[in-house]
């Protein structure tokens, strides 16, 4: 049971919160702030992030999830899946992002009222309600602005008033009588690098995580097959619960009937093999000297199917203990401000490329008589993406 | 709309803002009101009273406009418990939605009642709890259900005399998979609190419509569903077959705590599987989603790889060929880069050994000075879990060393050691190069290593009195760990080199004996040197005698197989995070400490032969000064502090010394004292062994008595004080129990001396 929840400034002070059980009352945000600043004084290097998700009280178990600055902080007083605490805390600012475009304490701020309700719907006495987006969006409208943006970048139109909420038509995820006057359909198949490299190049280790994010405007009931011309490249993979499962067992197909508007309808996971081609090769050298250090780094293409690479990012953390430095690019420009172990951080993308090369086949669509317009866009880009010097 | 401007500013300067909200809340128009109602609940998040609104707020509850009357609800369940008689004003209303013919006002109603914590509003909950528990929606019988969790948190009489609890159990069978899941969820949280557990009991029927909601329901449900599935105990093979054909698809879910309970469901019925070939496609099936978690946020990650950690100790089996997944990223959080260390550890073989090691070489060089000793200890792991790849981690060791770097030095010395203990005569060789370093050992654990060495091999380093010499300069200021190996070592070397070393070992023994109030090292000076006095061939064969070589089966970072079993029906827990049942870190204190003791009574059954009688029995003394059953306790120390050690950061709190877990920091505290404070009689390995806890024990006693029966010379009363002293040596020595260990005596240096004392008394 996820009794409270405090939502806490970079600064430690509460900016909202919320009891769906009983009161826990706010001493126990100060005992967590004492914690934090207790282990981030062990140690110089250490920062918020490294700070443990999950800390003892005499009372409660602190489970925190620190992003953006902000931190989501869940006392509970009884065992619980701490998965699921973390699962949830994660969908807060998720869905702030959704409605307000950004999340911070001052968002949050000028909107207390819709972050209130909202809170209120996700959870009802400790157990996670409604968390889907598009669901929410029906129950808790978002604000004024907005919303008139929202709307016009076509997120929520023409769809016919709606009385009925998500849990109450046949399929749990879309609503009836979606009605679209132009039908159609876009993937974005979205593939991030993780990978190891060492300094000769060769990946220690490596895999694509992609996700097919899709925005479905599509009238009525429609069914939908997606069939992949490779589909046995994937290791392992998750689906939208209106994915039919033992269709993807026993077929490979993706067959389901979407929700409307925006849903990430799948993720997927390759594991490239160390010899794989990587898009870019990064070729450190680094030679250390008593009064300095020099660092050459040379970044050159390959294998990527003549498609640009483009916002190529490396990053090199030096030593806290720099003291001046000075950097030149070829081509781009370079940023010097002073952390080592020498690892550099590779930042890139590319448009219109799968490196696990996965390819979408064909989609067709039952139930309907329309013909939808199909789009799909593949990217390639960096996720964790080290070269070790 | 601007005739309303004027009268606004002038209340506003007057009476404040809670008197121009209440002309507001009073508008005739639906729009002003709202937006008072809005600008009410603002000032309400922000910590302002606006609880004088009371009656204006409630007057507009009855609405047709739903976010309206949301705003309101909100209002009202922020004010109820300081209002409870104002309350009374808003029920009519609530009864009068809860029969609206919008089934989401309906819904809303019931559940917003249920979150009005108050007595009174009781009595009017439960006809319409009734009615909706019947209604013909899905949505507002879902929401129903909850209440009934709700009301039985507050009174559960009522909910049991009103049949609700019934009703509730009927609701499992409800043809909406929404709703079978919200009555699994409430019925299991009202099964944790009720007296005679029989409120919900997962029987085939009960399972069977489990199952067939799992697929459907979202998943926040598929949890319930799952955490519940885990209760149940099948009948035989095939049912349990079944079973996990039906919850392998929840593996491929995108949400991580569906993935994880649904492994928790599969790895308790591979108990009762008995299909051998069932039994390798479902592990099979467990790793690909086991890998995907890690791609999550850290904090997901965290709680994936401590129960991979788990997993991994009851199924080895698992993730062979993904060894590569759990490298490390140089930004990866630190707690995140430790938990993937020991994965690491578990996953290596003699086939990924040599890519295990060049990884563990590099984060050799990282800054982070605890992660970099910490794969130093990888490193010496890896070679007493590989014998074939010893050599070559002994050659990266030595690498190591001659990076000069200081702490890679010591730590890497202290993992020489180890490596020593299990492959004895075999890596003579590199003495000299350890011996190189000699000077730049300040760390007590790693000093305490090299002179174990200087003293075990003696016989073999030409100028091993003149090491030993130099070491002695500064005895008396030696942590008491470092005098007891210097103690050690001298009497090995003059039993070795009897010629060279008389009067160095008469002068150490006579030091320590008259000039050091420490009782440890004290009472072992005396020891030696009764033993050598009286019967120099018995002191030879006690000194040494050939010691056990470390278990491969290193049991020090496995948990015993009880807890480790009951952690297992606990993966995606806390429990399972901590390695600890939640009685030791949950809930109520007051039993914790009970509880503590109860598990370690229940583990220490499984270990009984380990054990043995003796030293279960024979620390009575100090039992008059510990507040309990001492021995119990000590016990406890071994599990209980088999994880702490490989997280530090985890071990309880220690503010308030009353309270439950932190009796068992105390325990942990002396058994990290135990460790340190040696105690190795008979050639000095315990105090710093690397691998042991229960194995340790096992060694230990075993030892012992093989001792007893070679020496007829010592006193039956000696003989017996071994036996406890390396009995005690096995207790919480792991190999990272120096930085956990360190962190809690620094905590609280008093306690320490009363561990001493119950040293001496053993």
Not at chain 1, 295 to 321: A, C, M, Q, W
Not at chain 2, 324 to 351: A, Q, S, W
Not at chain 2, 579 to 596: E, L, Q
Not at chain 2, 618 to 627: C, D, E, I, M
């Amino acid at each position: 049971m996820i009794e409270s929840l405090f939502v806490l400034s970079p600064t430690g002070k509460v900016i909202i919160e919320k009891h769906w059980h009983e009161l826990i009352p706010r001493r126990v945000v100060d005992f967590f702030n004492d914690q934090v600043s207790k282990a981030m004084a062990e140690g110089e290097d250490v920062t918020r992030e490294d700070v443990l998700p999950i800390i003892a009280s005499p009372k409660y178990q602190l489970i925190n999830v620190y992003r953006d600055g902000l931190t989501y902080l869940s006392p509970v007083t009884k065992e619980v899946d701490p998965m699921m605490v973390f699962e949830f805390l994660h969908r807060i600012p998720d869905i702030m992002q959704e409605y307000f475009g950004q999340v911070s304490e001052t968002v949050i701020k000028e909107n207390f009222v819709t972050v209130y309700q909202l809170l209120e719907e996700m959870m009802d006495d400790g157990f996670p309600l409604t968390t889907e987006p598009n669901s929410l969006k029906e129950i808790v409208p978002a604000p004024n602005i907005l919303n008139k943006v929202i709307t016009t970048m076509g997120a929520t139109t023409s769809v016919s008033t709606r009385k009925m909420p998500h849990g109450m038509s046949n399929l749990p995820w879309r609503k009836a009588g979606v009605k679209y006057n132009s039908n159609e359909i876009f993937f974005d198949i979205v593939e991030e690098i993780d990978a190891i490299v060492d300094s000769t190049g060769k990946a220690v280790s490596c895999e694509a995580h992609g996700t097919i994010q899709t925005n479905s405007r599509l009238s009525g009931m429609p069914d939908l097959t997606l069939s992949f011309v490779n589909p046995r490249l994937v290791d392992d993979c998750s689906f939208h619960q209106s994915v039919r499962f033992n269709k993807w067992e026993s077929d490979k197909v993706l067959s389901f009937v979407p929700p409307d508007g925006h849903f990430r309808l799948m993720s997927y996971r390759v594991n490239l093999p160390s010899q794989q081609n990587l898009p870019i090769q990064v070729k450190p050298s680094i030679n250390v000297g008593a009064n300095g250090a020099k660092f050459d780094i040379t970044v050159s293409l390959r294998n990527t199917d003549g498609k640009p690479v483009e916002n190529v990012v490396l990053t090199l953390p030096l030593h806290k203990s720099t003291t001046t430095l000075t950097a030149q690019c070829n081509v781009g420009h370079s940023e010097a401000a002073a952390n080592a172990g020498y690892n550099i951080g590779v930042e890139f993308l590319i448009n219109s490329h799968s490196l696990s090369g996965l390819k979408v086949d064909v989609l067709k669509l039952f139930n309907e008589s329309y013909k939808p317009y199909k789009g799909v866009r593949t990217m390639t880009k960096a996720g964790r993406y080290q070269v070790r010097a | 709309m601007d005739i309303f401007s004027k009268p606004k500013f002038f209340t506003n300067n007057t009476k404040g803002e809670n008197a121009e909200l209440l002309v507001e809340l009073n508008s005739e128009y639906r729009d002003r009101r709202k937006d008072a109602v809005k600008r009410v609940i603002a000032n309400m998040t922000v910590g302002k009273d606006v609880s004088g609104l009371f009656p204006q707020v409630v007057k507009n509850m009855q609405t047709e406009d739903l976010e309206m009357k949301k705003l309101v609800y909100l209002y009202l369940m922020n004010y109820a418990k300081s209002n409870p008689d104002l309350v009374i004003l808003a029920v009519n209303t609530f009864v009068k939605d809860t029969d609206h013919v919008n089934p989401l006002i309906r819904a809303l109603a019931i559940r917003t009642m249920g979150c009005i914590r108050v007595d009174k509003i009781l009595d009017h909950l439960c006809e319409p709890l009734r009615k909706c528990l019947q209604d013909d929606n899905p949505y507002v019988r879902k929401t129903a259900a909850l209440c009934v969790a709700k009301l039985w948190d507050l009174d559960q009489e009522r909910a049991i005399d009103n049949g609700f609890v019934t009703t509730l159990q009927d609701l499992v069978s409800d043809s909406t998979p929404m709703v079978v899941a919200n009555a699994v969820i409430a019925l299991a949280e009202m099964q944790e609190s009720s007296v005679n557990k029989d409120v919900f009991v997962v029987n085939v029927a009960i399972m069977n419509k489990m199952l067939a909601a799992l697929n459907e329901c979202n998943e926040w449900g598929q949890i319930a569903i799952l955490t519940s599935l885990a209760e149940y105990q099948p009948l035989d093979s095939k049912e349990a077959e079944s079973v996990c054909e039906r919850v392998v698809p929840r593996l491929q879910h995108a949400n991580g705590s569906v993935v994880l309970s649904a492994i928790r469901v599969l790895m308790i019925f591979l108990r009762y599987l008995r299909n051998d070939e069932f039994t390798n496609g479902l592990i099979k099936k467990m790793s690909p989603p086991l890998v995907s978690l890690l791609a999550s946020a850290p904090e997901v990650q965290y709680v994936s790889l401590r129960n991979i950690n788990l997993i991994l100790q009851k199924r080895p089996d698992i993730l062979q060929n993904d060894v590569r997944v759990f490298f490390c990223k140089y930004n990866d959080p630190p707690y995140v880069k430790r938990e993937k260390l020991e994965i690491i550890i578990r996953l290596c073989n003699d086939k990924n050994v040599d890519q295990i090691l060049s990884e563990l070489k590099e984060y050799a060089s990282e800054v982070d000075v605890d992660f970099v000793r910490r794969a130093i200890r990888a490193i010496g792991r890896c070679a007493i879990i590989i014998e074939e790849a010893s050599e070559r981690c002994v050659n990266v060791l030595l690498d190591l060393i001659n990076t000069k770097i200081n702490y890679v030095v010591q730590e890497a010395i202290i993992v020489i050691k180890d490596i020593f203990r299990k492959y004895p005569q075999r890596y003579e060789a590199i003495i000299p190069t350890l011996c190189q370093n000699l000077d730049s050992l300040d760390e007590p654990e790693a000093k305490g290593s090299l002179i174990w060495i200087v003293g075990e091999y003696a016989e073999r380093i030409e100028n091993a009195d003149e090491l030993i010499e130099n070491f002695l300069e500064t005895f008396l200021e030696e942590n008491s760990q470092v005098q007891l190996q210097l103690l050690t070592a001298t009497v090995k070397l003059f039993l070795k080199k009897p010629s060279q070393s008389q009067e160095i070992v008469h002068r150490v023994l006579q030091t320590a004996t008259q000039e050091i109030d420490n009782p440890d090292t004290r009472d072992r000076a005396y020891v030696y040197w009764r033993l050598l006095s009286t019967d120099p061939q018995a002191a030879k064969a006690v000194v040494l005698s050939e010691k056990p070589p470390i278990s491969v089966d290193s049991s020090a970072d496995k948990l015993s197989p009880g807890l480790l079993d009951e952690l297992i029906n606990n993966i995606s827990t806390l429990a399972s995070v901590y390695h600890k049942p939640a009685s030791t870190f949950m809930g109520n204190k007051a039993f914790s400490a009970d509880a503590v003791r109860k598990a370690a009574v229940a583990d220490a059954r499984d270990e009984e032969q380990i054990m043995g009688e003796d030293t279960v029995t024979s620390p009575t003394a100090p039992a008059a000064s510990a507040p309990k059953n001492v021995m119990a306790d000590l016990l406890d120390l071994d599990f209980g502090s088999s994880e702490p050690v490989s997280t530090p950061v985890m071990s309880p709190p220690t503010s308030n010394s009353k309270s439950g877990p932190n009796y068992s920091a105390d325990l942990f505290d002396m058994s990290s004292d135990m460790s340190s404070g040696g105690s190795d009689a008979f050639g000095g390995m315990g105090g710093m062994s690397g691998m042991s806890g229960v194995g340790g024990l096992n060694i230990g006693f075993q030892q012992s008595q093989s001792q007893s029966q070679n020496q007829n010379t010592a006193t039956s009363g000696s003989s017996n004080a071994f036996g406890d002293l390396a009995g005690f040596g096995g207790f919480g020595q792991q190999p990272s129990a120096a930085t956990a260990s360190q962190q809690t005596q620094q905590q609280k240096p008093t306690q320490s001396s009363t561990v001493n004392d119950l040293l001496d008394l053993f």
